[in-house]
């Protein structure tokens, strides 16, 4: 699915399948991804700003230099995600895992990354 530059402001997307989209520069502000299978997918540079991703599955998905400020991604399966460069400040990342994931240069100020898994995690 080819999703770019695209406007999804206050979208309700729960259980929805988008594995393998390309979803990249696009607003997702306030979005509603709860359940969400989005593996391999690539939303590099997408803004993500208060949107919710509980329990999604985020893995082998680009994520790099993404704005996830006040993002709710408990429970996510980041495996083999690339967040690089990505901004997730105010972030909750609780139980996420986050195993083999590369984070260098992400901006986690005040992110709760209470019981999450970074087992391999590069934060370089």
Known sequence: ????????????LNDATLANSFISNANLTNAHLDNAIMTNADLGNATLTNVSLNDAT?????????TLINALIPNADLTNANLGNAT????????????????????????????ADPIKAFFL
Do not use: G, Q, R
Request: charged share 5%; glycine share 0%.
């Open 1 to 12: 699915m080819l999703i770019l530059n695209a406007t999804l402001t206050n979208a309700s």
């Open 58 to 66: 985020l893995a082998n998905s680009f994520i790099s230099n993404a």
């Open 88 to 115: 997730l400040t105010n972030a909750s990342l609780t139980d996420a895992t986050l195993a083999n994931s590369f984070i260098s240069n992400a901006n986690l100020t005040n992110a709760d990354l209470t019981n």
